[in-house]
């Protein structure tokens, strides 16, 4: 009797990293995906759409991957290898609005229906990192019953599972997976980064500008998200601070230089998820800005960092905000989400590899 093993049958993987080509945090959290599918032994094919040439050299892929720019190429694509029983379907990390009406409704649907596709044809359907918001009907009912058909879907925070109402696989943030940098010493600034389309109370913004100089440490305007940048332009020129723009171009370049005002500052200062992990990630101890009615950061940084926080609408410092918190702290902890993270890769691994 033969005990030659089965031939393992070859699969693709297919998963888009069309996004807002002008935040870096996309690119960040794509790239952790992307790293985590680079131990399975299957080709992927990845959707870029209408993003931006600069944008994509900005990813690093592996070396037989297929970048597809035509949705209807990528679907056609697709569902000719579920015909042959040789599709995984990866659904990219960030926010998911569950809206009402009847175009949310479609949409939900045709994911549901590559969802099935992909799983009744013996393929895995993986989500990673996502973070489920709101009740709309009839959309919500759908997502809850294709999130039950799933291999694998994993959010990024503590609310999601109340939001769709099953329990939930939960992980940090994908943007955690970014090279850490442990250094202690010369750390001399305090980064902001503000959304451009959301207000914070400018006596607030002041008294943190103040308390950093008071500090010895230099102010200063990090725009990793391409639309903030005009904001930050005015309050470099109102608060006298420095500021590290972008023109939307040079996504790699930009990446860099945010990460390196990062790297040599003791505070990161933000509204946004992705600039305060980012921070972290480099050894910025956070600090949150959180709006009114929000609860993006806390439910995703919940768990997984200690950070402090205070409302955009406060109209004065807190007196210990910039109180020096163990270094050693935040650097276990980011440690700790990405070993987190690196289990899951390996649970990633051994479905689609």
Known sequence: MSTTPRKRRARRVYMSIAAQPDNLGDIAIRQAAIDMLA??????????????????????????????????AFMAKYLGDVLRRRAHLIFAPGPLQIRPGIKPAIKASVNLGNVLLARLSGGQVIALGRALRGHGWPTHGIE????????????RDNVSAKVVGRALDRAPDLAFMREIDSTTGGRSRLAISLRGDREVNAELLQGIVDAARAAGLAPVLVTQVGRDDQKHR??????NVDIVGWDGTGHGAQIDRVEE???TS?????????????????????????????????????????FTWVGTTATRTPDDLLVAPAEDGLIRSVREARRRLDELAEEVVSLVG
């Open 39 to 72: 131990g399975a032994q299957d080709r992927l094919v990845v959707f870029v759409g209408g993003m931006p040439a600069d944008y994509v050299s900005a990813f690093s892929f592996p070396a037989d991957s297929e970048l597809v720019r035509g949705s209807g």
């Open 144 to 155: 809850r019953f294709a999130i039950g058909a799933y291999s694998l879907f994993v959010a």
């Open 234 to 239: 005015e309050l470099a020129g109102d608060m």
């Open 261 to 263: 005002i990062y790297r």
């Open 266 to 306: 003791r505070y990161v200062v933000s509204d946004r998820l992705h600039a305060l992990i980012l921070g972290m990630v480099k050894g910025a101890q956070p600090i949150a800005l959180v709006h009114p009615g929000s609860d993006k950061l806390i439910s995703t940084l919940d768990g997984v960092v200690d």
